[in-house]
């Protein structure tokens, strides 16, 4: 099972993540551009809202062109289904996500997710993942992880009344 790998051409900077692991062994692969390439393949490749699945195809002919070239052309198949964010220009995040400033260690992201009172708000969200903070990835697990707590929290309440 293909984990996380890198390649870099020229300033573009890709990753690749293979979760499968953590979602039931789907076939599943996610991309990111890193750092100032998120922002350069955006501009570049455009975003109109006319045509979304046209940009779809860009990025995905891009994530397959890297693919193939680190795997050969005969390894690589095109995949079934594209989903891309338009990260930079989402209303909601314009491009955000959370990062370790100097000094933070796993144990704040531990803390940032506890619930709050007794088991009266919950949180989730890549930010409070110990190791897969800042991606999709994260948000999908803390958010599987916290409403399972609030399930179990209305289950011990039921209980507790009956």
């Known amino acids: 099972i293909l984990g996380d790998i890198e390649e870099q051409r020229g300033d573009t900077k890709m990753m690749f993540r293979n979760p499968q692991k953590h979602n039931g062994n789907l076939p599943m692969l ?46 690589v198949a095109m995949p079934k289904k594209v989903i891309v964010t338009k990260w930079n220009v989402d209303t909601c995040t314009l491009g955000a996500y959370s990062f370790n400033k100097v000094g933070m260690g796993r144990h704040d992201r531990t803390n940032l997710a506890k619930p709050v009172g007794t088991n009266q708000v919950f949180f989730a969200g890549e930010a409070t993942h110990r190791r897969y903070f800042a991606t999709t990835a994260g948000a999908f697990m803390t958010g599987r992880s916290a409403a399972r707590k609030v399930l179990k929290s209305f289950k011990e309440e039921g209980a507790s009344s009956s």
């Open 30 to 75: 996610f991309g990111f551009f890193l750092g100032t390439a998120a922002d350069e393949a955006e501009e570049a490749l455009g975003q109109s809202n006319d045509d979304p699945s046209e940009y779809e195809n860009r990025i995905r002919d891009l994530a397959m062109e890297s693919l193939q070239t680190m795997f050969g052309n005969d390894n």
